[in-house]
């Protein structure tokens, strides 16, 4: 078992920033991948970002690409996503995930990921 808690969101401006920290703690040595997803209201959860925990390898969705930045800290087990030049639509909750399959052809697929945290609110006002 994977337990993972994310923490960081909050109400920001538009333009502002937001570093969002997700630590994993028991079984972590099993998982292959960290990633990020986000729901908004009446959306579906949708992928924003993953990372490799060796190698370091990162995927981002189109979306955030060039604005969010996600890595990680193997040492205290710990996952972090960076969003600068924040906007109104990056309104949602934000979902750190576990992927325990070594496989990359299914990184950004919701259903790949084994384990999940409860989520942190992330608003952004115009």
């Known amino acids: 078992q994977v337990q993972l808690v994310e923490s960081g969101g909050r109400l920001v401006q538009a333009g502002g920033s937001l570093r969002l920290s997700c630590a994993a703690s028991?079984?972590?040595?099993?998982?292959?991948?960290m990633g990020w997803f986000r729901q908004a209201p009446g959306k579906e959860r949708e992928f924003v970002a993953a990372?490799?925990?060796?190698?370091?390898?990162?995927y981002y969705a189109n979306s955030v690409k060039g604005r969010f930045t996600i890595s990680g800290d193997n040492a205290k087990n710990t996952v972090y996503l960076q969003m600068n030049s924040l906007k109104p639509e990056d309104t949602a909750v934000y979902y750190c995930?576990?992927?325990?399959?070594?496989?990359?052809?299914?990184?950004?697929?919701?259903?790949?990921?084994?384990?999940w945290g409860q989520g942190t609110q992330v608003t952004v006002s115009s």
């Open positions: 990372i490799t925990w060796r190698g370091g390898s990162t």
């Open positions: 995930a576990a992927k325990v399959r070594f496989t990359d052809w299914d990184i950004g697929s919701r259903t790949a990921y084994d384990y």
């Open positions: 028991g079984r972590t040595f099993s998982s292959y991948a």
